[in-house]
Each structure stands twice: as structure tokens, then as C-alpha cells.
């Protein structure tokens, strides 16, 4: 069935250093690909998203990159600061959209 | 405003108990979801509604029964509590333009515990 698997599950790095967490997925046919990040007893919020056509995607600190073919996504944060602690999670969709599969989630520690 | 909302926040109840936790969203979205989350922290879908029509049902005990009275509304009523029932629900709900999937828009959860 549909999957997606993420790692790591946790990720401690110091303040200034970079996050990569990374996802894979297995129905092929997905084509929309967001991440959420959830803070300590709050909901899940969208920080940035990919469509299938596009390999890459920057906005400020945070870029996702594609590769279609591995069925691999990464979300790749810069500069990382204190705020940035939270749960990630990587998710995948396909037109349609009644279902999005999430992955586990990776819980970022970012020390100051 | 609060663009999706839930009522309780928190539940607590005993085994055996039937509850029902309430979803609105003002944001105009066509697609609702129910979620579980659970103490692991994994985002589980339950059930997506299209237009008030249920989509999805993900192999959810009947136990569980969504309701959408409209497409602002999805209501979720569970029977029968179980401990296993203990968790985080969220409702969401996301634009569904030519079939293209978009950003969902989490309500802030119910915490659920069953004693």
C-alpha cells in the first residue's frame, strides 16, 4: 500500500549548523509534497510544499529537493535557530487529493 | 478568526462512553479530514468528506461515525470508548481545485484520554 517513510526520527544539531531530514515514498503516481511542522501541543502548519514538476524549492532558510525517479524528497533548513525545535513531518499526495500519507515525523532539537 | 476550529479541546471520559467532537471551518474548503494522533506522535487519516460526501474511510472501526450536516461542518461521534481511543484528533480541511491537492489547514486538536 501507499507509504512514506521519513528519517530520522531525531535530529539534534547546534544553533547556526543545517537540518536535513529526509523522505521516501512508494506510489508513484504522488505528485504534491508538503511539509509540517508542529510545535510542542499545537497543530500541524504547512512551512513549504512541492509539486512533482520541479526538482527544488527555497524560501528563506528552509529548501525541499525532488528527485522523481528515487521517489526521494528532503527538507534541507539553514541557519538553524532555537524556534526551529519542533516536530517535521513529510507528507505525499496524488490528484485527487482525499488522502495525503504522512510520514513518522522528525522530532528537530536545535541547541543554543 | 479562526479559520478551523474544535470544540472540546480536551476530553476526558470512561471506557464504554459515547462522545462527539465538533469541526467548523470558515475558509470556504470543499475537503475535511479527521486525523488521529497518536502518543508516538503519527498522523493517521481517518476519514476525508468531499462536498458533505464521505471519500475516505480508512479502515476505521464503526465504532467511529463522521457526520458533515454541510461543507463547513464534520462532526466525528465515537461509541463505545476504548483506552486505545486515547490520542489527538484533528480535524483539517484544504482547497481541492482541478483535483490538485493543496495545503491542509489543521484545526488545534482534541485531546482525547479514556480512563
Known amino acids: 500500500g501507499e507509504n512514506v517513510e521519513q528519517h530520522p526520527s531525531t535530529l539534534s544539531v547546534q544553533e547556526g549548523d543545517s537540518a536535513v531530514i529526509k523522505c521516501t515514498y512508494s506510489?508513484?503516481?504522488?505528485?504534491?509534497f508538503p511539509w509540517y511542522k508542529q510545535e510542542l501541543g499545537k497543530r500541524p502548519q504547512l512551512i513549504i510544499d512541492i509539486r512533482s514538476n520541479v526538482g527544488e524549492k527555497k524560501d528563506q532558510r528552509i529548501a525541499v529537493t525532488l528527485n522523481k525517479t528515487a521517489k526521494h524528497f528532503s527538507l534541507h533548513i539553514t541557519e538553524t535557530q532555537p524556534e526551529d525545535s519542533a516536530v517535521y513531518f513529510c507528507a505525499a499526495s496524488k490528484t485527487g487529493g482525499f488522502k495525503t500519507i504522512f510520514g513518522a515525523g522528525t522530532r528537530l532539537f536545535v541547541k543554543a | 478568526d479562526t479559520a478551523v476550529s474544535q470544540t472540546p479541546k480536551y476530553l476526558v471520559t470512561q471506557m464504554g462512553n459515547d462522545k462527539s467532537i465538533k469541526c467548523e471551518q470558515n475558509?470556504?474548503?470543499?475537503?475535511m479530514y479527521w486525523y488521529k494522533q497518536d502518543s508516538k506522535k503519527f498522523l493517521k487519516i481517518m476519514f476525508s468528506y468531499n462536498n458533505k460526501e464521505l471519500i475516505i474511510n480508512e479502515t476505521v472501526p464503526n465504532r467511529f461515525s463522521p457526520k458533515s450536516p454541510d461543507k463547513a461542518h464534520l462532526n466525528l461521534h465515537i461509541n463505545s470508548l476504548e483506552l486505545g481511543d486515547s490520542a489527538v484528533y484533528f480535524c483539517?480541511?484544504?482547497?481541492?481545485?482541478?483535483?490538485?491537492?493543496?495545503?491542509?489547514?489543521f484545526g488545534p486538536g482534541t485531546r482525547l484520554t479514556v480512563t
Open positions: 475558509l470556504g474548503h470543499d475537503t
Open positions: 506510489d508513484s503516481a504522488s505528485n504534491y
Open positions: 483539517a480541511s484544504s482547497p481541492l481545485s482541478g483535483g490538485y491537492s493543496y495545503e491542509q489547514y
